[in-house]
């Protein structure tokens, strides 16, 4: 089984990268690569895409710069039905929209846009960065071993704002509720880092590399 972490040189994958190829290891969940080639993305079992930034310059990279890895992408996961895990802007771009600086088209696989976070409290200061508790919604196969209060790590200044509850997995609260974990369809996505959140994260990690939809 392959697993490929697409980059689009949008952040540091080097500690995601470690800790998917760890799980893996720890489950014999087979061989983890990070890669910007459409063809090793066609070929993959599940894919990752990570994200860090805005979420505008995040779509164009996938769209605009790499358009024949977007359609690879759209290939694997929508006509072949591969297993996706979306984390922190790679969630995002799942939404049906962001509102990041303007208004950009997202991948449209969650129905959903993509928001500023807006506490309501003042001593709440955004971005939402740091460890908070995770509130399961629903239970799905990538959460099993994980409960309420488990603690995951956030960087974000923008969240989904749901217009679907029944693809919300998991909240988190930060003065209103943060979306925290999607799914539908063989597609989940997660804003927290789970390569940063110690051992919910990499709980999370083994379970989608287990992921049989």
Known sequence: MLTVLIDTDSGNLHSAEKAFQRMARETDGGQVLVSSRPEDVARADRVVLPGDGAFPACRAALVRDRSA??????????????????????????????FEYRETEGLGWIDADVVAIDPGDAALK??????????????????DGLETSDHAYFVHSYHMAMRDPAQRLAHCDYGTDITAVVAHGTRVGTQFHPEKSQSAGLRLIANFLAWTP
Do not use: K, S
């Open 69 to 98: 890895l977007h359609e690879a992408l759209l290939e694997t996961v929508e006509e072949r039905g591969r297993p996706f895990l979306g984390i922190c802007v790679g969630m995002q771009l799942m939404a049906q929209r962001g």
């Open 126 to 143: 955004v971005p939402h960065m740091g460890w908070n508790d995770l509130v399961i919604d629903r239970p799905h196969p990538v959460l």
